[in-house]
């Protein structure tokens, strides 16, 4: 079954190319940027797993840990990272998950058959502290991902956490936020003592 927004992220024993982990310990205090790969030594891998690694500090700042997984062995991992840091002018510290046998793939359900029975698409997990999948994102293998979509995620669920808030189309930190439906008046006044605007009874907005 596939896994859903609000469930529990399962947890795993694995090699990676840092050391064997836990995945849960491993995620410790943090939020988790879990995505998977087709496979080592092909190109569209090489400059996301090198776009990642550039962004580092990005996602550090936030305290998110990114780690990667494609379906190879950590020897071949190890010898892909030269490429990586070569290609992409960056040094890759983050850890990739060898899943040689698939099984953390299929637990996850990164392989998708009708792409192939033996690489996993480009799947995204982004996970909480609390070890909860928040976000999922679904990538075919033709397409490399967005890496400032992925950021901007992150920065949309840590707002809406910190200030009990939700995002419109399109946003980005420091655009106006949406106040839920759930919020009274009484409560929006009390929490945006700023001031908020009603476009709609259920369309309010406040800048943070
Ligand atoms: C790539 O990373 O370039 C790739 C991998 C598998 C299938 C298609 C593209």
Same mark, same amino acid.
Not at 48 to 65: I, N, S
Not at 85 to 91: H, L
Not at 128 to 151: A, W
């Given at each position: 079954?596939?896994?859903?927004?609000?469930?529990?992220?399962?947890?795993?024993?694995?090699?990676?190319?840092?050391?064997?982990?836990?995945?849960?310990?491993?995620?410790?205090?943090?939020?988790?940027?879990?995505?998977?790969?087709?496979?080592?030594?092909?190109?569209?891998?090489?400059?996301?797993?090198?776009?990642?690694?550039?962004?580092?500090?990005?996602?550090?700042?936030?305290?998110?840990?990114?780690?990667?997984?494609?379906?190879? /062995? &950590?020897?071949?991992?190890?010898?892909? +990272?030269?490429? =990586?840091? !070569?290609?992409? #002018? @960056?040094?890759?510290?983050?850890? $990739?998950?060898?899943?040689?046998?698939?099984?953390?793939?299929?637990?996850y359900d990164m392989i998708h058959p009708s792409e192939s029975a033996t690489a996993a698409v480009r799947s995204v997990?982004?996970?909480?502290?609390?070890?909860?999948?928040?976000?999922?994102?679904?990538?075919?293998? /033709? &397409?490399?991902?967005?890496?400032?979509? +992925?950021?901007? =995620?992150? !920065?949309?669920? #840590? @707002?809406?956490?910190?200030?009990? $808030?939700?995002?419109?189309?399109?946003?980005?930190?420091?655009?106006?936020?949406?106040?839920?439906?759930?919020?009274?008046?009484?409560?929006?006044?009390?929490?945006?003592?700023?001031?908020?605007?009603?476009?709609?009874?259920?369309?309010?907005?406040?800048?943070?």
């Amino acid at each position: 079954m596939s896994l859903r927004i609000g469930d529990t992220a399962p947890d795993f024993s694995a090699d990676t190319t840092t050391g064997p982990i836990r995945f849960h310990d491993w995620i410790g205090s943090e939020w988790a940027f879990f995505f998977s790969h087709p496979a080592d030594f092909t190109p569209v891998c090489t400059t996301e797993m090198g776009r990642t690694a550039q962004l580092a500090e990005h996602f550090a700042a936030r305290g998110v840990k990114p780690i990667g997984l494609s379906t190879d /062995s &950590v020897s071949e991992h190890v010898k892909w +990272i030269e490429d =990586v840091n !070569d290609t992409q #002018q @960056t040094t890759l510290l983050f850890p $990739i998950v060898a899943d040689a046998d698939l099984e953390i793939a299929k637990l996850y359900d990164m392989i998708h058959p009708s792409e192939s029975a033996t690489a996993a698409v480009r799947s995204v997990f982004i996970i909480d502290p609390d070890k909860k999948i928040r976000l999922t994102m679904t990538y075919p293998m /033709s &397409v490399g991902r967005n890496f400032d979509e +992925i950021l901007r =995620v992150i !920065d949309a669920l #840590q @707002t809406s956490d910190t200030y009990k $808030i939700a995002t419109p189309a399109d946003w980005v930190p420091g655009a106006q936020v949406i106040i839920p439906p759930s919020v009274t008046d009484a409560q929006a006044t009390a929490a945006f003592p700023q001031g908020y605007t009603t476009l709609r009874p259920y369309l309010r907005t406040v800048t943070l």
